[in-house]
């Protein structure tokens, strides 16, 4: 019907049919970034967060919801991922993220870097958010990817 891989010939959504791929090495990288005032930012680089300590609950949060992927997005694959990393950049004004997926299989793991990423981002404003309820997440975006038969992929900014 329309050429859009999760429709069927008739427009119902379907998931895609991966079986016939040959398994290979996947790698994507994510990045988002979320704003705040000095006096949050401080408090999370200090350690002074009540809710305790910021970025170590925001990493692990992240690795979990890159693993449970599958259950949050409908169409997307349940994928057994074999790395995921997410580290942080405390800038002037916030906090950039960045999820790095990687597994040996049949379909990306652009989803579960993504996804790790906003959780992670959304973990930051959940612990802080006492301090500053004007925090704004924004450009979460796929950075790079590698493997798979789309080929490579490396946003030019990158930034």
């Known amino acids: 019907m329309t050429g859009l891989t999760h429709l069927d010939e ?12 040959a398994a290979t090495h996947r790698v994507a990288i994510a990045r988002g970034r979320i704003r705040m005032n000095a ?15 910021v970025l170590a609950t925001a990493r692990v949060a992240g690795i979990m919801a890159a693993k449970r992927t599958g259950d949050l997005i409908p169409l997307c694959h349940p994928l057994g991922v ?14 950039t993220a960045t999820a790095t997926a990687s597994l040996t ?11 790790a990423v906003s959780i992670a981002l959304l973990t930051i404003y959940d612990m802080a958010k006492a301090i500053d309820k004007a925090m704004v997440i924004d450009t979460v975006r796929l950075i790079e990817k590698r493997g798979g038969k789309s080929g490579d992929f490396l946003a030019e900014d990158r930034a």
Request: glycine share 16%.
């Open 82 to 95: 074999e790395a995921v990393a997410v580290d942080f950049v405390l800038e002037p004004d916030g906090i």
């Open 105 to 115: 299989g049949r379909t990306g793991v652009e989803m579960e870097a993504m996804t």
């Open 39 to 53: 006096a949050a930012r401080a408090a999370i680089a200090e350690g002074t967060v009540p809710k305790g300590d």
């Open 10 to 21: 008739h427009g119902a959504a379907r998931m895609v049919d991966v079986g016939g791929k």
